[in-house]
């Protein structure tokens, strides 16, 4: 087992919290990047950095052998993700894994713009890189759910489907490929099921003894026409699909 550190940035985050413990248990050195300071301990090193003003990230990336990258917001991921493979480059890092987002390529949408602009500076980086495209966690669509059946009348996007996985499923996956070869683009990994909102919304308000009335609501614009085609979803034969779904999820988590 290599002791050059590996690298995880967003390690105190959804993904990270379920990632960094499985890296660690695997053997590896796990350092991990957060713009807060954590005190180090139980064999996981915290550095404190901030990728998207490009401040700490040649200390962090120094001496590691591989690099993780889960750090992710609302906008600003390809600029981030740019001065991360900068630094890496010039560490002379071996192996750089990168979770975006299904539709990345095909979402005419701002946050998934910047996605595929990170996943480009992946790929022209000149390092071994594998990047994951996943769906959206099934904690991600609980919190939307938990929003809008808040409201006396629940919005019903038109066409507005999701193919919600769960995240450790997506932490083991990741953990599989950051420990394996680069692989380049790998299948996309997603939840078993597609559900539009209003499925999604029933299912929750029935756990909680609940009813909501629901009105139809069109999605316009070119973000419309995608969401109405699917884009945001992965149903070919290249795709990967977990085993839980959101009804395990919501039985857990609410049951």
């Known amino acids: 087992m290599a002791t050059s550190p590996l690298l995880v940035t967003g390690g105190t985050g959804t993904l990270g919290r379920l990632v960094v413990p499985l890296l660690r248990d695997a053997g590896c050195h796990v350092r991990v990047l957060s713009r807060h300071s954590h005190e180090s301990g139980d064999g996981i090193e915290y550095v404190t950095g901030d990728l998207l003003k490009d401040e ?97 009348v629940i919005p019903v996007p038109g066409g507005l489907r999701f193919q919600p996985v769960d995240a450790r499923e997506v932490a083991a996956r990741l953990v599989e490929l950051t420990l394996g070869k680069p692989a380049g683009l790998v299948p996309d990994l997603a939840g078993p099921n597609v559900y539009g909102v209003a499925e999604l919304s029933r299912g929750y308000l029935q756990l909680r003894g609940k009813h909501r009335l629901m009105m139809p609501v069109r999605v316009p614009g070119k973000a419309g026409l995608a969401y109405r085609a699917g884009e945001n979803l992965s149903l070919g034969k290249g795709t990967s699909v977990g085993a839980r779904t959101w009804e395990d999820f919501l039985a857990e988590q609410v049951g």
Request: charged share 20%; hydrophobic share 45%; proline share 4%.
């Open 56 to 152: 700490g990230v040649e200390s962090a990336v120094a001496g590691a052998g591989t690099v993780l990258h889960l750090a992710g917001g609302p906008k600003g991921d390809d600029e981030a993700t740019r001065n991360l493979v900068r630094a890496a480059s010039r560490a002379g890092v071996q192996h750089l894994v990168y979770i975006s987002v299904i539709g990345a390529d095909r979402m005419p949408i701002g946050y998934f713009r910047a996605k595929l602009g990170a996943e480009q500076a992946v790929a022209d980086s000149g390092l071994p890189w594998t990047t994951l495209r996943a769906a959206q966690f099934n904690n991600l669509v609980l919190t939307v759910v938990e929003k809008m059946t808040k409201l006396p």
